[in-house]
């Protein structure tokens, strides 16, 4: 059953337009005519325009023909009737036996040139799809390609940030050895100052305890003195001696605990400079101390000038002859 769409009239025009052009028809030609038509509904018109053909042969020829092909199918075809007048059937049966043959011939080319339209419209089909897979691939390729950009472009910048944070590493690292070295230097020049003042601070004690011993020898030469005056006297100065004797003491004690202060301080001062992440909360704790001993040495001092004002104000007791 045809299709809708292309008629046999519309087949048998272009027939007879391949016709005049010298031109054999066939499906894929009749197509080409008329520009549209499937293969399968072309087919079945051309098989029908050929079975009316052969029904017509005894008739002549149409005059659509061009002139001179007109005039040589005129020509064959006096020639056929008067072969078939002379009553020469055996050749028409011969020719009819041929032209079936033909037919059939015709009908499996027919049938060849579908079967190959066929496969050219699925080809066509394959390429199609083809094309429009490519059109895909090249459009992930174009995407790819633009990602790819992208990375490469983030990459670059990655990159030179990474050469910023490398150049601002090495500039923190240099102002950190610099800061180091400057509060490596500050605590030296600290620990120079410390051992001075160390340094005078035992000398210092070491000269009062020297005026305390004179003193004391003092204190023994007046008690012995006063000891030939008086025996009151006597008691007085004995009593003022253990006096002097009990706040030498403690002035010894304080002098050795501040020199065992001050030599823990100097360790803590050295334990500070192996401990870098301490050194500040203890090198406070040191100068708090130092504060704390020099205010020590200096009730120290007033005691010490207090004692000697005491003996300076002391009267000596009359000398007895």
Known sequence: MARSGVQYEDVQRAIHTLLSRGDAPSVQRIREVLGTGSFTTISEHLRQWRIEREENRDQPPAQELPEALQTLTQELWRQAQDTASEGLVLYRQEADQRATDALEVARESERRAEDAGQRESAVA???????????????????????????????????????????????????????????????????????????????????????????????????????????????????????????????????????????????????????DRDRKRQQERLEHRLEEKDAEITALKKRLLETEARLANTPLPPFVY
């Open 125 to 275: 089909d394959h390429l199609a799809n083809a094309q429009t897979r490519l059109e895909e691939q090249s459009a992930t390729l174009a995407s790819c390609q633009a990602q790819r950009d992208n990375l490469s472009e983030r990459e670059a910048k990655a990159l030179q940030r990474v050469q910023q944070l490398e150049k601002e590493l090495t500039r923190l690292q240099e102002r950190n050895e610099a800061l180091a070295a400057q509060h490596h230097e500050e605590l030296t020049a600290r620990d120079a100052e410390h051992q001075a003042r160390l340094h005078q601070e035992e000398q210092r004690n070491e000269a009062a305890e020297a005026r305390l011993m004179s003193l004391l020898d003092d204190a023994r030469q007046e008690r012995h003195a006063a000891d030939k005056q008086h025996g009151v006297r006597q008691a007085q100065l004995e009593s003022r001696n253990e006096n002097l004797d009990k706040q030498l003491q403690e002035q010894r004690t304080q002098v050795a605990e501040s020199q065992q202060q001050h030599r823990e301080a100097h360790w803590q001062l050295e334990q500070r400079k192996e401990q």
